[in-house]
Every structure is written in C-alpha cells, then in structure tokens.
C-alpha cells in the first residue's frame, strides 16, 4: 500500500504544484508523519522534491521537473467503475489508495477548469458509511475477493455458519455483491456443488489458489442475486406471515410517511381525520415505535397498545411534577 500512496504524493505534486504536508495527509487519508517518512523515501530515490518554508510553503517538485502519470490503466477504470456504482474499497486498504489515485490521474487529464471543479467537490461531499452507534466491522478480505473474482481464481475459505460452525471450503467466486454497505460473494462451491452466496464478512482464512475457473456463459449476477433474495425471502414468509400485530390509529393529517416500512391494510378518511389499519408484526414493535409518535397520532386499537401509551404518559406526568 505504500507504494500507492507514494504514487499519489508524486501525483498530486506534479498536479498542483506547492502543496503543504497537511493537505497531502488529507487527501491521502494519513497522518502528517506517514507523509514526511514518504517524503524522505522519495528523495532518497532519487525523485527532486523541495521543501520551501513559508507560510506558502511545502512541497514541490523542482522547477521544470514533471512527470507523466496521468494515464488510466485497466486497474483505475474498474475501480472508478466501482465507485460511480456507489461501490467503496475499505479504508486504508490497497484498492483503496489506488481509487484514490485514479481519480488523481482523471483530475490530471482534464483542463485547468474542470480540475478545480474536481478539487472542489471533493472538498465539499463525504460520504459517512459508519453507523451512528456501534462500529461497522471492516473486512479486509474484500480486497482478495474482489482480485479474485476479476482474475478468475479459486479461493480456499474458512466459513462460519449462522451457528457458528466453520467448514472449510474450495469456491469459484462469480461476482460480488454490495447490500447495505455488506459484501457478499456468489460462488460455486465445489463442497455442495452449486452456486451458494457468501457474506464476506464470514470468512475466515482466505487462501488464492494457483488455478483458475471458467465463468459459465449462462450465469447473470443480477439474476442470481434476484432469485437469491426472493428464495430467503420465501424461507421469512412463514415467521413473518404468524406474527402479525394490526394496530388501528388516527391522523389528523394525513402521516403515512412515518410508519413507512409497514404493511398498510386500510386508509380510511372521514372529514379531517386519517385512520389507518397497519400490520405492526408485533406488541413489543408497536409499543416501541407508535410512543414516539404519540404527540401526532391516537391509537384507537387494540386496548392494550391504548392502555400501554396512556399509563407511560401519566408516568412521564408524575415524574415531572415531582421536580
């Protein structure tokens, strides 16, 4: 990896010219000390780097030094690719500096105008893909998967079941898939001989293997992740189908957007009111839900759900009146 961002320093200072320690450890996603230990590497090699003091200072190249970097190679097409498809590497991961090179080539590409419109959208749009609670769990195996897939190659994988149960397994990964920010990888499995789905971050060990596959001419990804979904999604049907909690509630407005995610059964209006039979799946989900939004609407069904808003109101009531 940091040989990529040494590419990217070289870049960026052959792009823009004088550019302060700071600024490069920004847009590299590093520390200002990664990128002073970069900078010594690259002098030591041979690469004519300048230091100017000054409060317009900082790294340059010397004058009339320039390089030819600017030209995209297959690697930074598909990782541009995959990125306009809203598909990102994992942080401080190999594929990762290489995005963020390609989009350095690109911006080196295009005239001085369009390079500032660049430089300016990068500045002003972030994309946050952790939660607001709890931590996303990076998966570093991403980067493999994803070589793997575009090579052609056998993975060897340690797997861990739902049930915590590992196997080992020899898979030809067909294609990923990015769902709520989760990899998963389809691939036929040589152990139970049919093309299965893998979520990524249930592997394990990870092994490329010296051989390679033939994709079969018939297999769509988009397809099979289609079938896919709807066979888990007729595996719930039952549960969800036996779980079922109607709530009837009142709107003096209309306010379907707020339970948005539940089955509406009915809407019914009569004069300025909204009543609307919703299938909430159960008491415990209803109850969660329905009070922080007890301000704006009336439960009229069923009584426990009613009973339940009114005694945790009266509580929150006491509670006040004893301050």
């Not at 090579?151 to 067909?174: A, F």
């Not at 109607?246 to 707020?258: I, R």
Request: aromatic residues 8%; proline residues 3%; hydrophobic residues 35%.
């Amino acid at each position: 990896m940091r040989l990529h961002r040494l590419l990217g320093i070289i870049m960026l200072l052959d792009s823009r010219g004088i550019m302060k320690a700071g600024n490069l450890a920004k847009i590299l996603e590093t520390s200002e000390r990664t990128i002073y230990r970069d900078i010594d590497i690259l002098c030591e090699a041979g690469i004519p780097i300048l230091s100017i003091p000054g409060p317009n200072g900082g790294y340059s190249f010397m004058e009339n030094y320039k390089i030819n970097s600017n030209a995209l190679e297959s690697g930074d097409v598909v990782n541009l690719l995959l990125s306009s498809m809203g598909i990102r590497p994992e942080k401080n991961t190999e594929t990762d500096q290489q995005l963020k090179n390609a989009v350095i080539k690109l911006e080196n590409s295009v005239s001085k105008e369009h390079r500032e419109e660049i430089i300016k959208a990068k500045e002003r749009f972030f994309i946050d893909q952790d939660p607001w609670w709890g931590k996303r769990i990076l998966d570093q195996n991403v980067d493999i998967i994803k070589k793997a897939v575009l090579s052609l190659k056998k993975l060897k994988i340690d797997y861990k079941k739902y049930d915590n149960e590992v196997s080992g397994r020899i898979i030809r990964p067909y294609g990923a898939v990015v769902k709520n920010s989760e990899w998963y990888v389809a691939a036929f499995c040589e152990t139970k001989n049919e093309i299965r789905v893998f979520k990524c971050s249930r592997i394990g060990n990870i092994e490329v293997l010296d051989e390679n596959f033939s994709l079969p001419e018939s297999f769509s990804l988009e397809e099979f992740w289609g079938k896919s979904k709807q066979h888990f999604a007729r595996q719930l049907s039952p549960k969800t189908e036996s779980n079922n909690y109607p709530v009837k509630m009142k709107f003096h407005t209309e306010k379907k957007q707020l339970l948005e995610g539940f089955h509406v059964q009915a809407i019914t209006k009569t004069k300025d009111k909204w009543v609307y039979d919703i299938d909430m799946i159960s008491f415990e989900t209803a109850r969660n839900v329905i009070f922080s939004l007890s301000d704006r609407i009336e439960v009229l069904e069923p009584s426990e759900l009613r009973e339940y808003i009114l005694e945790k109101a009266n509580k929150i009531i006491n509670l006040y009146k004893t301050i």
